[in-house]
């Protein structure tokens, strides 16, 4: 595949990022005038759902699409300018974030804790949105660096939004942990570049795969990408990094851990295939790792295995811990929160088999069954801390024994969170059983018993949390609390979409497969990416008088 870097699709890779920034402009320009606040954030949002779907049709999915498109900030040619790539993985996750940012963004009109924070919240989460979205359309790893930052400061303000003791202390551990993390992800970028001499994502990669040309030694390579893998770790929230989870998706008002579980935590998962299988693939590595517990040898020639090794055991801890986690919490958010920790080790279990597959057929499958399990995990985990917040909004409350009966009280609410809770568990025909069941199959092609036992662990472990939640919240006699109850019908309405989402790409599978096998095979070309983006030497770069792209 080739760019298109003059014309349409060229323009179209930015324009999510500019309509997101435009909207945070004018919703802090108009911080006086909640209405027209309101209206502009909306309108933002839609204008962005409305560029990630031309991105989507135009870039990967038409006919006559050209599969990946670059814009060159400045006309400033790679690698030496800023580079924005769009292709099918970009796309794929920007669908994500669009369809739970436009719920997270209209419940907010209804659901908003009050004070002076109301001036800054619309501004926040379109500043949020463009952390994210910058973070899946950077070309280089710098940028990458800098649009988790925007992320980041984003969100240390929604962890603190409501400003009581319990929340500032969540928002001190969110932050203190998440600068350390930018600390060791700059040291990363330096030393990267001290060794090869560029960050740009596509001369990365060429460099890395003919390391004689340029007179590099991939190994220390290997060791920064360790460095950085750790980093995207701490973003997805795996075990040993899941600690910040619990307290800071507690602190943040549900629309916002919504967005914070469902949409900024795949950017720690895109970060780990875009950089391992796009970029690093190609530099030679001697491996050979054998791995008892999960049944299997980690060899190859590759930094994969490496990738693999970790995540494995990282995946399996966040399983474990995450399901009995879940299992032992008093309140909605807590068992959502320790749920999270659980769900992105379904999620990372096939992006390490793809690492350590032998073959690209695995390989290409197993991406597919991570990034199907990403969507399930976006839809339903943003339906469900969205549930949070509607029952908080109308009892008060979300502590289970404050709560019982909610299911009388409100059959909609009921059946949305239902709905959600059996996507969680792979009840088909949901999303979550395709999601569920690929993952599954991976893990059975790549021929490890003890990855499918674990899986099955944690299978159980969903059931046990989901079973007790609704007992719990939604059965039994109705509370004071539920019995004062009023429910907010536009809340209802946006749980009772997601929910119908979930449903349909269950149903309507087929065109979601096709567009996540298109996003793993984006993944795993690198010659495509490569060659879309065309780095040029110094040399080039003077000879052709600093012409564009």
């Known amino acids: 595949m080739t760019a298109t870097p003059v014309g349409t699709a060229s323009t179209l890779v930015i324009a999510p990022m500019l309509v997101v920034l435009v909207a945070a402009a004018g919703t802090l320009l108009l911080g006086r005038h909640p209405r027209a606040r309101?209206?502009?954030?909306?309108?933002?949002?839609?204008?962005?759902?409305?560029?990630?779907?031309?991105?989507?049709?135009?870039i990967v999915l038409a006919p006559d699409a050209p599969g990946i498109a670059t814009y060159q900030v400045g006309d400033l040619p790679a690698p030496f300018g800023i580079t924005l790539v769009a292709d099918g993985l970009s796309a794929f996750m920007l669908t994500m974030v669009a369809i739970l940012g436009i719920a997270s963004l209209v419940f907010s009109t209804r659901h908003l804790p009050g004070g002076e924070g109301r001036s800054y919240y619309f501004p926040l989460f379109h500043f949020l949105a463009l952390g994210v979205t910058g973070a899946f359309l950077t070309g280089d790893l710098f940028n990458l660096f800098v649009w988790f930052e925007v992320m980041l400061m984003a969100s240390y303000v929604f962890v603190a939004y409501s400003g009581g003791p319990q929340h500032t202390r969540a928002a001190f551990w969110y932050v203190t942990l998440n600068l350390l993390a930018s600390a060791v992800f700059l040291l990363g970028v330096g030393g990267i570049y001290a060794t090869t001499g560029t960050l740009n994502m596509a001369d990365l990669a060429q460099r890395l795969a003919e390391p004689a040309a340029y007179g590099l030694e991939p190994v220390p390579v290997v060791g920064l990408l360790g460095l950085l893998l750790s980093v995207f770790a701490i973003k997805a929230g795996l075990v040993p990094f899941q600690f910040w989870i619990p307290t800071a998706y507690r602190a943040a008002p549900p629309q916002i851990t919504a967005l914070l579980a469902g949409a900024t935590k795949k950017v720690g998962i895109y970060a780990i295939i875009r950089l391992s299988f796009t970029i690093f693939a190609g530099a030679e590595v001697a491996?050979?790792?054998?791995?008892?517990?999960?049944?299997?040898?980690?060899?190859?020639?590759?930094?994969?295995?490496?990738?693999?090794?970790?995540?494995f055991v990282m995946a399996a801890g966040s399983i474990l811990l995450g399901g009995i986690g879940a299992v032992g919490r008093d309140s909605m958010e807590g068992v959502f929160a320790y749920s999270s920790i659980g769900q992105v080790g379904f999620i990372a279990i096939p992006v390490a088999i793809a690492a350590t597959a032998a073959g690209p057929e695995l390989r290409t499958f197993a991406i597919i069954a991570a990034l199907v399990y990403a969507l399930n995990h976006t839809l339903a985990k943003g339906l469900l801390f969205l549930a949070v917040g509607t029952v908080r909004s109308a009892t008060g409350t979300s502590r289970f024994a404050d709560l019982g009966g909610l299911a009388k009280r409100s059959p909609p609410l009921a059946l949305a969170v239902f709905v959600g809770s059996l996507a969680l568990v792979g009840i088909p025909p949901l999303s979550g059983f395709?999601?569920?069941?690929?993952?599954?199959?991976?893990?059975?092609?790549?021929?490890?018993?003890?990855?499918?036992?674990?899986?099955?662990?944690?299978?159980?472990?969903?059931?046990?949390?989901?079973?007790?939640l609704w007992n719990r919240s939604f059965w039994g006699a109705r509370t004071d609390a539920v019995e004062a109850a009023t429910v907010d019908p536009v809340q209802i309405a946006i749980l009772v979409g997601l929910a119908v989402a979930i449903i349909a790409v269950g149903v309507g599978f087929e065109p979601v497969y096709e567009f996540a096998e298109t996003a793993a095979e984006a993944a795993l070309d690198t010659e495509g990416y490569v060659d879309a983006v065309d780095p040029q030497t110094a040399s080039e770069l003077a000879g052709s008088n600093g012409g564009g792209h």
């Open 38 to 58: 309101t209206a502009v954030s909306l309108a933002g949002g839609a204008g962005y759902a409305i560029a990630v779907a031309a991105i989507d049709w135009y």
């Open 287 to 311: 491996v050979d790792l054998p791995l008892p517990l999960v049944g299997v040898a980690i060899t190859g020639d590759s930094p994969l295995p490496f990738v693999g090794a970790a995540l």
């Open 434 to 468: 395709f999601g569920k069941f690929l993952v599954f199959d991976a893990a059975a092609r790549a021929g490890s018993g003890p990855v499918l036992v674990l899986l099955l662990v944690g299978s159980l472990l969903t059931i046990a949390y989901a079973t007790r």
